[in-house]
């Protein structure tokens, strides 16, 4: 289950925060290790003090209770460098917030993000704009679309809601360019592979609208909730990648959005 290794990517501005309280508040579930980073670049002095002063920020809002390590790396990009440090501690989940100028509660997606969601080596997670953790998690939701990627997605998934010991949500969209019909098997499909893995009885739900962004509006994201999506197709082996119609999910979802590489086990 991803969580065993958490590594936060932190900035000194609202996005880094909402990225430590998601990365904090899954250390607190999974009980697995963190690691709060920041990024500087490479010949500036000046910045790797400032980064060494954003991770001093960051203990103090953690706070005694939470144990962390703390490291300021260089790399020419912070995307980069958080993929290649997250490989180098193996972690196994990368933790980003939004980009600044958002919608609140929404995902925007700036560059440290774009680079993590198309060539990172590790699972990544994002935290929308002011992201506030609950108290526990309420149900993993899998963005299900039937293909090979989604199919390992969903015995992985179901694992880890039998661990955590919560509901499965498996969703599809319905933009009215597709047979509902063959949506309603391919999930329940889906459902039977959770069930053969886990035996978990997965809740099945065909969410409806004329583009992604109304499809998502039609379905509830009660507090707590977590949505993941599996890498395309198109992405290279053990890496994420995202493609057009799962971008515009993860940017119109109301809740963090996890992105598994493909061949995540």
């Known amino acids: 289950m991803i969580g065993e290794h958490v590594i936060v990517g932190y900035t000194g501005d609202a996005g880094g925060r909402d990225a430590l309280a998601l990365g904090a508040a899954i250390g607190r579930v999974t009980g697995g290790e963190l690691t709060v980073a920041t990024i500087y670049p490479p010949g500036s002095p000046g910045q790797a003090v400032e980064a060494q002063a954003n991770l001093a920020h960051a203990a103090e809002q953690l706070g ?8 300021a790396f ?10 290649v440090l997250a490989s180098r ?3 196994d989940l ?12 929404r995902i925007s997606v700036g560059s440290t993000s774009a680079h ?15 992201y506030e953790p609950p108290e526990e998690p309420s149900r993993l939701t899998l963005g299900y679309v039937h293909r090979p990627q989604c199919d390992e997605a969903v015995e992985q998934v179901a694992r880890a809601a039998l661990r955590l010991e919560v509901p499965l949500r498996l969703i599809t ?3 009215r360019t597709e047979d509902p019909s063959r949506l309603r098997d391919d999930l329940a499909l889906a459902v039977r592979l959770a069930w053969e893995a886990t035996g978990i009885e997965a809740e099945a739900e065909i969410a409806e609208g004329f583009d992604v962004a109304a499809a998502l509006a039609d379905v509830e994201w009660p507090p707590g909730e977590l949505l ?15 493609g057009e119609v799962a971008m515009k999910v993860l940017r119109a979802a109301a809740c963090p959005v996890a992105v598994l590489p493909r061949g995540f086990s």
């Open 64 to 71: 005694e209770h939470v144990q962390a390590e703390y490291i």
């Open 74 to 83: 260089e790399s020419r990009g912070a995307g980069r460098g958080l993929a």
């Open 89 to 91: 501690i193996k972690a």
């Open 94 to 105: 990368i933790a980003v917030g939004s980009a600044g100028g958002g919608q609140h509660g």
């Open 116 to 130: 993590l969601l198309h060539l990172s080596p590790e699972a990544v997670i994002l935290a929308p704009a002011g």
């Open 173 to 175: 969209l319905d933009l």
């Open 228 to 242: 993941v999506c599996a890498a395309s197709e198109d992405a290279q082996p053990h890496r994420v990648f995202l």
